[in-house]
């Protein structure tokens, strides 16, 4: 297979996947999103942290550093 050297990568057409919001075949326009609204959707998911892990917190840990009983 030979390399067309006039090609840059930014002239090869990405392959069109299922927008991550409403699974639709994504544009090339708003890639990786069908529409702007998606995007937007999207956007808003990262902002109001829709995305984020949640964390479970152990206390049974001890930390000498905090530790304050004496006894």
Not at 23 to 30: A, M, P, R, Y
């Amino acid at each position: 297979m030979s390399q067309n050297p006039d090609k840059t990568p930014a002239d090869t057409p990405r392959r069109m996947r299922p927008c991550p919001i409403c699974s639709k075949l994504s544009t090339t326009e708003d890639y990786p999103f069908c529409s702007p609204r998606c995007a937007k959707v999207d956007l808003h998911r990262w902002l109001s942290e829709g995305y984020s892990i949640p964390v479970v917190e152990t206390d049974d840990i001890d930390d000498p550093d905090t530790d304050t009983f004496t006894g």
